[in-house]
């Protein structure tokens, strides 16, 4: 079965480090592309960024570029985003997402559970 | 930044009743366009790709079309477990770009 699996919930402070994972699994890692996706407290989906893995190619969204940093690590078939300096505006439900064909520009066909973020 | 508008921001039906969600976008995204499912505390599911294709698995009461900046999607038959917010998504440009939702409930 196709899944993404994410790392648990996290509560933070302004200012501290985070890194949170999407393990991949059923599938072969790196011939397709993940994306990042947040959701805000009560609010609707925002496009963060997506990776490559098969060569670690990235792009990031306007609003985020600086401020996070999405990687992967094809020995263990998983995705990562973090921040050096998390912001109370950090606080959301984020979700990894796999898309559909090996191209990057396609629908989310797979998604994890989301890890929510809290900071205080 | 292509702006993704969708119509309406929430609605009511009776089980049974069609229903119809728009989305229109700021500029041309040709077919590339999307449509999700969410349910609160859940991951979004994919319904539709490439503006009509119904994901494997999605029931056939749900249909879209459209291209350009004009696009539509239909539940034929609403059923209960329809209930939750729907988003339509366009990738023909980065960032890719979501409606702000529309949220479905039940009358």
């Known amino acids: 079965e196709v899944q993404l699996v994410q790392s648990g919930p996290e509560v933070k402070k302004s200012g501290e480090s985070l890194k949170i994972s999407c393990r991949a699994s059923g599938y072969i890692f790196s011939r397709y592309w993940i994306s990042w996706v947040r959701q805000m407290p009560g609010k609707g989906l925002e496009w963060m960024g997506r990776?490559?893995?098969?060569?670690?190619?990235?792009n990031y969204s306007p609003p985020v570029q600086g401020h996070v940093t999405i990687s992967h690590d094809k020995s263990v078939s998983t995705a990562y985003l973090q921040w050096s300096s998390l912001k109370a505006s950090d606080t959301a439900f984020y979700f990894c997402a796999r898309h559909r064909r090996g191209s990057g520009d396609d629908a989310f066909d797979v998604w994890g559970q989301g890890t929510v973020v809290s900071v205080s | 930044d292509i702006q993704m508008t969708q119509s309406p921001s929430s609605l009511s039906a009776f089980v049974g009743d069609r229903v119809t969600i728009t989305c229109q976008a700021s500029?041309?995204?040709?077919?590339?366009v999307n449509w999700y499912h969410q349910t609160p505390g859940k991951a979004p599911k994919l319904l539709i790709f490439?503006?009509?294709y119904l994901q494997t698995g999605a029931p056939s009461r749900f249909s879209a079309g459209g291209s350009g900046t004009s696009f539509a999607f239909t539940i034929s038959s609403l059923q209960p477990e329809d209930v939750g917010t729907f988003y339509c998504q366009q990738y023909d440009k980065l960032p890719f770009t979501f409606g702000q939702g529309t949220r479905l409930e039940i009358k």
């Open positions: 490439d503006s009509f």
């Open positions: 500029q041309d995204v040709s077919v590339y």
């Open positions: 990776i490559d893995p098969s060569d670690s190619n990235v």
